[in-house]
């Protein structure tokens, strides 16, 4: 057996989980799983076998009793902590376990379990975290700048909306559906016995929703992540993101190659604010082509920096920018 698993049912004696959790909706009292036993679990790590950063082994997954809400917490199960996590989360968005500080922070501060926070908005979660690659460091503080904390109508879940005229990253799905049934109860081991330290681990009766943040409410440091992200003028494809974060290679190849055309046109157009003649001939040569479309996507961003580095590229060597050099 690839892994073992252990079923110890001594807590699963008869539950009343309407009397245990009076402040659930009856909707979310019908949640359950179908991670009911060994055979489904050992089966589900033979195929997926992606849980942890480092090493599988200091996850230990545990079948869930089969009238089982995803609301539940230590008051059903004496055995000690869990807590719940969708499967498709490890499966389609990557995610893997321990949570960074930063996705630690982030359900803390919006007082959510895992398995609260809808999967498809995990992706922008993730997202985030991918652009470390500009050499940002993401904060709790930059992400709700982008994004509002809701609770949709008829909606278990809490979402993140992005707030408008602020988009930065797509949705990774227009509609996510099939997850309902199948998440797994996760808990630590002697591998990592601080695995589920430092986040809420059960569904909460009262997330926190605080609204639209505005950069007067930032730091001076965050004012400037968020100033420069929306510099980028760009909205960038979730699922991309996602889906070479573990190909470095590939993914220096994309923004990486997006920073640095970033930082030349940087360079070229902080050059061309010292002369406003030179100002003009860069007017002239941009608009020869026009862009009436924001790009969307980082390919569709790198066609559109390559294009403008083209054209501002033979400025460089102008006569003019002696002027200012």
């Known amino acids: 057996m690839y892994f073992a698993c252990v079923c110890n049912f001594r807590y699963c004696s008869a539950m009343d989980y309407k009397a245990l959790y009076s402040w659930a909706p009856p909707n979310l009292l019908e949640e359950t799983s179908m991670y009911t036993s060994c055979d489904i679990i050992v089966a ?3 195929n997926e076998r992606k849980f ?34 969708y499967a498709t989360v490890f499966k389609r968005i990557l995610l893997r376990l321990p949570l960074f500080n930063f996705e630690k922070e982030l359900l803390t501060e919006i007082n959510v379990a895992p398995a609260q926070l809808h999967p498809n908005n995990w992706a922008f979660v993730r997202g985030i975290i991918i652009l470390y690659t500009l050499g940002l460091l993401p904060s709790v503080e930059v992400f709700l700048y982008f994004f509002e904390a809701k609770h949709l109508r008829r909606q278990l879940w809490v979402s993140f909306n992005e707030v408008s005229g602020r988009a930065l990253l797509l949705l990774l799905q227009q509609s996510y559906k099939g ?7 996760i808990r630590c081991n002697k591998r990592d016995p601080t695995l589920l330290d430092g986040f809420p681990l059960y569904w909460t009766e009262n997330p926190r929703f605080q609204g639209v943040r505005y950069l007067e409410d930032l730091s001076q440091f965050d004012q400037e992540v968020c100033q420069f992200l929306s510099s980028l003028k760009v909205v960038f494809e979730t699922a991309f993101l996602i889906s070479r974060e573990f190909t470095p290679r590939a993914l220096k190849a994309s923004i990486g190659t997006l920073h640095s055309l970033l930082l030349r046109l940087t ?28 790009p969307r996507g980082s390919g569709q961003l790198l066609k559109h920096l390559r294009f403008l580095s083209s054209k501002l590229q033979p400025l460089l060597f102008h006569p003019l920018l002696k002027m200012v050099r």
């Open 44 to 46: 589900l790590r033979k």
């Open 52 to 85: 942890a950063k480092e090493n599988d082994r200091s996850v230990r997954i545990i079948p869930c009793r089969e009238d089982e809400p995803v609301c539940c917490d230590e008051s059903s199960d004496p055995e000690g902590p869990f807590c719940y996590f």
């Open 179 to 185: 997850f309902k049934t199948k998440f797994l109860k």
């Open 267 to 294: 360079l070229l157009l902080l050059l061309t604010t010292s002369c406003p003649l030179l100002q003009i001939v860069c007017w002239r040569r941009l608009t020869r082509k026009s862009w009436r479309r924001e």
